[in-house]
Each structure stands twice: as structure tokens, then as C-alpha cells.
């Protein structure tokens, strides 16, 4: 298949690039952990990375490999490796790429589990300092002769900041710094980010690319942009073959083997199935996630709404020019005096529940769960008020959310 073809139809089909054992059309579930050879010497060229193969199911499996793949197309990049969930891409990635007395300079709007793994990384001698990423002149201001890699999301959660993702990237390529972007909350459908000069891509699989909540993933893709030959923390015995691939084989070989976060097969399996109808639901999912928040934003109950598809927000212009659609992920600030657990409990379509993505909409309220740990003094001054309630947007009819939503304003406005 030549590679001009759109993404739906590029990610439907990428599994028959290769033939699928008996004919069929999904890559089957292949649970073996071990992979027989008839020939010794055979399976020395796979251990040693001279013929292609599997060996153990901690570091690759059919399945997982063939999931890898899809991931590799959506991204435009050159290779994948899957993990167990988004966070095990994340701290695996960064733990295989750094070393005690390393910088780096990370988004101060960051999902907050990664924001808590950067700052356990400080407890092992690595450096990051944190920056308001919608300016690339901060990140310019914080590089240091140590500075080993940037590190942003796309879209901040729950405040949805966009990231200066051009700006940043053209930093990292004049200082030849490793640019990492977490693309989560976009997806390869919204945007891709080597268009950005991003040299690595994560992805949360658990989130929008799976789409049904019922399995979690992650994965980091090269996007072949980066120059390895400039990065000191690689061993010689990865600095074989194509350039390209180095930093993404020892995030293979020193993360995921030996630190084990394995994404299983079938896990592999229900994330694959998600992902052939991504196009799709971020269609509906953004297209209900924009109506909502121009309703929202005229109801003279909510104070503030947060969403980059509205006129208002700071880097609109940004969104506009950068992705196909404004994304799923919606806050808002209830007026003061709105009780927010009356309004969430008055919803009866609208699921309260932590996470993103999901074909259903769910909510929840910010400063009680996920920012619950961060303490009052921290979340205001990142803006976070109490009555913020983050929305992930579903596929449901979008009639239908509206009815609930204004039901539940109306019932919480009595009490
Ligand atoms: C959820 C999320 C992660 C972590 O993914 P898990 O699969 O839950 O471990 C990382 N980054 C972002 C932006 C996320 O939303």
C-alpha cells in the first residue's frame, strides 16, 4: 500500500501489509511467551537483532508488534515500542534516556502523574525544571549545558493550554536537544508532531486510541527526525545500524527489558480494535466537545470554560492552525455558590469517572480528585478553582448531552 492514502484507511489496513496467518483479517491473540527454532544459529541472529523474530514476551509478542506498527503509521514515524500503560512509556523512556546529573525541561502543564515521576526523578540526581510551555522563549530561557531533552503535552489537562509545539521544537533542533511531545490528548489524528520536529512521540494507548476504557496501553514512537549521533547517554552496543533507531532500540533494550513494563497481548489485542475507528469517533467526539462548550459558555451559570476551539482562549489562533480539531477534553468553572457535587450528581447520562477519552462523556471534579494532591495554595496559582469540573467528551447524540447538562444546571441552580 503506498503510504499517500488517509489515515483511516492507512491504520484499517496496516495489518495486511504483512499476510496474517490462516487469512485472516485482524492479527490473532497470540499468548505464547516463549517462540521456538529449528535451527540454533537462528536464534542467535534474533537475540543479537540480525534477523527479525521474537524471543521472549517481555520484549516483543506478534500482536503487541503488530499494534506497534499501527501506532508507527498514525505517527508518521519510524518505529514503535508498546508498554503496559502510558505511565510505563513515560518513565521507562525517560529512565533508559537519562543519568544522574542530567537536565531537562519539562511543561509545567503536565498530566499529573507525570508531573509526580519528574519530580521522583530529582531523587536520582536528574534535574528538570518546569516552564510555561505556550512560550518557546521559556524553554529557551531554561536550557542548561546538561539539558538532555523537552518535554511537552500537546493540549494541558484540565486547563487546556496548547503548547507552543512549533516554537519549542525549532529551540530543540538549533540546540540539538531531544524533543519529546506526549500526544495524548490529540492522538495522530488530531496532529502529528513530528511535524514539529519532535523526535519522540508518546501515547497513552489507554485513552482516546483504545476509545472503550477497557484496556490500558502506552507507547513511544521515533519519528526518524532526531539525530542519535548527538545524544552522550547511548552505549556502544545500541550504535549499530541505521542512526535513526538508536535512542528508540535502547528505550527497547535498557527500558522495556529490563525494567519489564510489557503491554500484553491482549491488551494489544482490544487497543488494535479501538484504534480502527479513531478517525471516526474523534469526528463525533470533537464535533459534540465544541457545540458544548459555546453552550457552556453562554450559560450564566459557569463562570469560565476552558476549551481551545473557543474564540476566547489564549491560543485558539494556535489550535486552529495546528489540528484537524479542537480535541474531547473540556473544563469548566462553575459559578461560586453552584454546588459542584449537586450539579455532578444531577447528571444522569454524564458519568462521573477519571478518565479521557472514552466513547461515554465523563466528568469530574478537578480540585477534589486528580489535583486533590497538589494542596489549595499550589492549585491556585495554576488557576484552578474549586467549582472546575473536566469533561471528556464521548460520542453519545449530542441532543442528548445538552438535555443533561442543562437539566443538571437548572436542578443545581434550585438547591
Ligand atoms: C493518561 C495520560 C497518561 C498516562 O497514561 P496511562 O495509560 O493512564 O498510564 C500520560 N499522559 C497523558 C497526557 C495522559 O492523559
Known amino acids: ?105 519539562a511543561s509545567s502543564f503536565l498530566f499529573g502523574n507525570t508531573n509526580s515521576f519528574f519530580n521522583t526523578l530529582s531523587q536520582f540526581g536528574v534535574e528538570v525544571s518546569f516552564v510555561d510551555a505556550t512560550q518557546a522563549e521559556n524553554v529557551r530561557a531554561a536550557l542548561q549545558p546538561n539539558t538532555k531533552m523537552v518535554f511537552v503535552e500537546t493540549i494541558g489537562n484540565p486547563a487546556t493550554q496548547v503548547a507552543d509545539l512549533m516554537g519549542i521544537g525549532e529551540v530543540c533542533e538549533q540546540h540539538d536537544i531531544l524533543y519529546i511531545v506526549d500526544n495524548t490528548l490529540t492522538s495522530g489524528y488530531l496532529f502529528r508532531p513530528k511535524v514539529a520536529k519532535a523526535g519522540l512521540v508518546i501515547n497513552s494507548l489507554t485513552k482516546v486510541m483504545g476509545g472503550h476504557g477497557m484496556a490500558l496501553g502506552g507507547a513511544v514512537t521515533a519519528t526518524g527526525l532526531y539525530d542519535w549521533s548527538s545524544y552522550d547517554n547511548l552505549y556502544d552496543i545500541y550504535k549499530k545500524g541505521a542512526k535513526e533507531m538508536w535512542g528508540v532500540t535502547q528505550i527497547l533494550k535498557k527500558g522495556l527489558r529490563d525494567m519489564g513494563g510489557t503491554l500484553p497481548p491482549d491488551g494489544a489485542h482490544h487497543l488494535a480494535l479501538g484504534m480502527e475507528t479513531i478517525g471516526l469517533r474523534l469526528e463525533r467526539s470533537c464535533a459534540n466537545a465544541l457545540t458544548l462548550a459555546r453552550f457552556f459558555a453562554k450559560h450564566e451559570m459557569v463562570n469560565k470554560v476552558f476549551y481551545p476551539g473557543i474564540e476566547s482562549h489564549n491560543e485558539h489562533q494556535r489550535a486552529t492552525d495546528l489540528f484537524r480539531h479542537y480535541g474531547f477534553l473540556m473544563s469548566v468553572e462553575l459559578n461560586e455558590g453552584i454546588n459542584r457535587f449537586d450539579f455532578l450528581n444531577a447528571l444522569s447520562l454524564v458519568v462521573t469517572a477519571s478518565n479521557l477519552g472514552d466513547n461515554r462523556t465523563l466528568a469530574i471534579p478537578v480540585a477534589d480528585t486528580i489535583y486533590y494532591e497538589m494542596g489549595a495554595e499550589r492549585r491556585a496559582s495554576m488557576g484552578i478553582a474549586d467549582g472546575m469540573i473536566r469533561f471528556s467528551v464521548g460520542i453519545e447524540d449530542i441532543d442528548d448531552l445538552i438535555e443533561d447538562f442543562l437539566t443538571a444546571l437548572a436542578l443545581s441552580a434550585t438547591t
Open 1 to 105: 500500500m503506498k503510504n499517500n492514502k488517509g489515515f483511516t484507511t492507512t491504520t484499517l489496513h496496516s495489518d495486511l501489509q504483512k499476510p496474517i496467518e490462516h487469512g485472516s483479517l485482524h492479527k490473532p491473540v497470540h499468548t505464547s511467551v516463549a517462540y521456538g527454532y529449528q535451527q540454533a544459529e537462528e536464534i542467535a541472529q534474533v537475540f543479537q537483532g540480525k534477523q527479525a523474530g521474537f524471543s521472549y514476551g517481555r520484549a516483543s509478542n506478534p500482536t503487541t508488534a503488530a499494534l506497534a506498527e499501527k501506532v508507527t503509521k498514525m505517527e508518521d514515524g519510524i518505529a514503535t515500542v508498546c508498554f503496559a500503560t502510558g505511565m510505563s512509556a513515560i518513565s521507562t523512556t525517560l529512565l533508559a534516556l537519562l543519568r544522574a546529573g542530567d537536565h531537562f525541561v
